[in-house]
């Protein structure tokens, strides 16, 4: 099955530095990429997500590159405030077998320092 | 808040006990994904229904079992419960199978 590596596990940054979360994943069938926002003891949410046709993706301060090549993805999280302070998660998933089951990365923390 | 709501927030039960957890998906949304958050094992898929269908199973145990009924809202129940099962469970849902998946807020088990 689908396994997903995600680098660093924490993330210090200074507010209005960049940050950079990397992933890499095993499956090639893999085709849709999120990332999602994880608030200490709140729900997942999507912050942005790519899928495989596509190389870059931006959402203002957000934007997600896919090298399917090399199958790693990364986050780019540009003049960082502090409310972008939580954990981050990827995920891959394909199409394959009926179903679009998300697999994981572990998780990065990133600490945005006021 | 993602329209995806989960009942109960918290749980607290007791070793060999079984519970149900209830998710109701986005007005529209045909599937319904279950997934465990625990802190040693992460954020894992355990189960995906669609339209009242089961579509994939994951890391899921024989202990427990799910199922979508037809007005769209899924229950998973956990039976047998062992003091490892004390997670954050959440539901997911999507309009069609490929779509994006948004959480509901969760429900925090607490075995004893």
């Known amino acids: 099955g689908e396994n997903v590596e995600q680098h660093p596990s924490t993330l210090s940054v200074q507010e209005g530095d960049s940050a950079v979360i990397k992933c890499t994943y095993s499956d090639s069938a893999s085709n849709y990429f999120p990332w999602y926002k994880q608030e200490l003891g709140k729900r997942p949410q999507l912050i942005i997500d790519?899928?495989?046709?596509?190389g870059e993706k931006k959402d203002q301060r957000i934007a997600v590159t896919l090298n399917k090549t090399a199958k790693h993805f990364s986050l780019h999280i540009t003049e960082t405030q502090p409310e972008d302070s939580a954990v981050y998660f990827c995920a891959a998933s394909s199409s394959g077998a009926g179903s679009y089951q998300l697999t994981f990365g572990k998780g990065t923390k990133l600490s945005v320092i006021p | 808040d993602s329209g995806v709501t989960q009942t109960p927030k918290h749980l607290i039960t007791a070793t060999g006990q079984r519970v149900t957890l209830r998710c109701s998906p986005r007005?529209?949304?045909?599937?319904v994904y279950w997934y465990q958050q625990s802190l040693d094992q992460g954020l894992q898929f355990l189960i995906h229904y669609y339209n009242g269908e089961e579509r994939a199973k994951g890391n899921i145990l024989e202990r427990f079992s799910a199922q979508q009924f037809p007005d769209l809202h899924s229950e998973l129940n956990l039976s047998s419960l062992e003091l490892g099962d004390s997670a954050l469970y959440f539901c997911a849902s999507s309009v069609a199978v490929e779509d994006t998946q948004y959480f509901g807020p969760g429900t925090r088990l607490t075995v004893l």
């Open positions: 007005s529209g949304d045909l599937s």
């Open positions: 790519i899928r495989s046709n596509v």
